[in-house]
């Protein structure tokens, strides 16, 4: 099994229903974090959470929320999906206490119609 | 806040060597970071310099100079595999900030 889990791994939706990703992970980090990747812009931070009780929004939070479950999960949510959100979303885990930088998920490919 | 310049592309032949540069202007640093990202794959950890100076992985070799706000990732003995994109990310006071990456293609 995957260290970092997403699903779904690919979504369709339509413009104003609301979604749910999904990531759970199996690495025992506390640090977990959102990411979507548009083609020409990189990876930019959605929202991140350092344990349970802390969510911290990123550098492109509007139109988002999250939920930290667990240690062990983390989820979007996009209330009212618009088509400028179509993007490749990335969940990622981190202990900084050790060099290795991020481990990611295979991310959730969502297409707002 | 965090501004990171890489190339968009960059091309190479085979068997050559190639190094992708970066340049960051931050707030706060705490590492560089680079990343292997192949298309609709996630990215994959290639290297973490905190210190000036260079770190050697295999083929892999990557550059730190805090002073100068730069670091370089060369990669050696190229092959069609590394064919990817190339992500520079420096850790701040709590996260990573990923400039827009380096497509490389390698060609026979």
Known sequence: DADVTQTPRN???????RIMLECSQTKGHDRMYWYRQDPGLGLRLIYYSFDVK???????????SVSRQAQAKFSLSL???????????????????????????????LTVV | GQNIDQPTEMTATEGAIVQINCTYQTSGFNGLFWYQQHAGEAPTFLSYN?????????????????????SYLLLKELQMKDSASYLCAVSGYSTLTFGKGTMLLVSP
């Open chain 1, 11 to 17: 979504r369709i939706t339509k413009t104003g229903k």
């Open chain 1, 54 to 64: 802390d969510i911290n929004k990123g550098e492109i939070s509007d139109g988002y």
């Open chain 1, 79 to 109: 209330e009212s999906a618009i088509p400028n959100q179509t993007a490749l979303y990335f969940c990622a885990t981190s202990d900084f206490d050790r060099v290795g930088g991020y481990t990611f998920g295979s991310g959730t490919r």
């Open chain 2, 50 to 70: 905190v210190l000036d100076g260079l770190e050697e992985k295999g083929r892999f070799s990557s550059f730190l100079s805090r002073s100068k706000g730069y």
